[in-house]
């Protein structure tokens, strides 16, 4: 079976912000104020937002105008609901804001997310005909150290995760299938998509196209 393994930050509650929060590219402390930490997640994705590098999938075309998603980890219990795209380019307040929410909640570490997974998922919440609906993250970005101490823990968890380069998201959606989130997943044709039916979630990632545990044994 496929495994996730590679080769070689609108509504964030400021009681569970107020602490410090290490920025993995620079492993640097940020103080206790929630605008500081807000500065933080802004100069993660200055380029990406600024420089326009990554395209929108062709299946967000028929979406039109801003791009919206309602996301709440799961962990924390923070969510964001806002507009992350508009008019051609990523929102860098929107993208600072979601790069927080989906820190490693267990080493408090922020990691600029690949906005591509972004639209991603508001191409999977258009074909599901579910804008608006909020999708709970399970998990998110992962410090090496907390990758590899969950590795050691479980065989479901590549030790080289792209969970690591945050390019991956476990999700679910309530009251939703798994089964259906999947296949609209795998009908994207992007990135790698795994089906873990008793943990309940679904993975998906911005790597190669790929696919696992269709058959529910994940």
Same mark, same amino acid.
């Given at each position: 079976?496929?495994?996730?393994?590679?080769?070689?930050?609108?509504?964030?509650?400021?009681?569970?912000?107020?602490?410090?929060?290490?920025?993995?590219?620079?492993?640097?402390?940020?103080?206790?104020?929630?605008?500081?930490?807000?500065?933080?997640?802004?100069?993660?994705?200055?380029?990406?937002?600024?420089?326009?590098?990554?395209?929108?999938?062709?299946?967000?075309?028929?979406?039109?105008?801003?791009?919206?998603?309602?996301?709440?980890?799961?962990?924390?219990?923070?969510?964001?609901?806002?507009?992350?795209?508009?008019?051609?380019?990523?929102?860098?307040?929107?993208?600072?804001?979601?790069?927080?929410?989906?820190?490693?909640?267990?080493?408090?570490?922020?990691?600029?997310?690949?906005?591509?997974?972004?639209?991603?998922?508001?191409?999977?919440?258009?074909?599901?005909?579910?804008?608006?609906?909020?999708?709970?993250?399970?998990?998110?970005?992962?410090?090496?150290?907390?990758?590899?101490?969950?590795?050691?823990?479980?065989? $479901?968890?590549? %030790?080289? *995760?792209?969970?690591?380069?945050?390019?991956?998201?476990?999700? @679910?959606?309530? #009251?939703?299938?798994? !089964?259906?989130?999947?296949?609209?997943?795998?009908?994207?044709?992007?990135?790698?998509? $795994?089906?873990? %039916?008793? *943990?309940?979630?679904?993975?998906?990632?911005?790597?190669?196209? @790929?696919?696992? #545990?269709?058959?529910? !044994?994940?």
């Amino acid at each position: 079976m496929a495994s996730e393994t590679v080769a070689p930050l609108s509504s964030l509650p400021c009681s569970s912000l107020d602490k410090p929060v290490k920025v993995s590219a620079a492993a640097e402390t940020v103080d206790h104020s929630r605008r500081r930490l807000l500065g933080v997640g802004l100069g993660l994705v200055a380029a990406t937002a600024a420089g326009g590098l990554l395209k929108p999938a062709e299946a967000l075309a028929a979406i039109g105008g801003p791009r919206k998603l309602s996301l709440k980890n799961m962990n924390t219990g923070e969510s964001f609901t806002s507009v992350y795209w508009r008019d051609g380019r990523y929102v860098p307040d929107a993208l600072q804001k979601l790069n927080i929410l989906l820190r490693d909640h267990r080493a408090n570490e922020v990691h600029r997310i690949d906005p591509q997974l972004f639209d991603l998922l508001a191409a999977i919440s258009h074909k599901m005909d579910i804008a608006g609906t909020q999708i709970q993250i399970v998990s998110a970005y992962r410090a090496p150290r907390t990758n590899a101490q969950r590795a050691s823990e479980s065989r $479901g968890v590549a %030790r080289n *995760s792209y969970h690591i380069q945050g390019m991956a998201l476990d999700i @679910r959606l309530p #009251g939703r299938d798994l !089964r259906g989130i999947y296949n609209t997943a795998v009908a994207m044709g992007e990135g790698g998509v $795994g089906f873990y %039916r008793r *943990s309940g979630f679904v993975h998906v990632d911005t790597g190669p196209v @790929r696919t696992w #545990g269709a058959k529910g !044994r994940a």
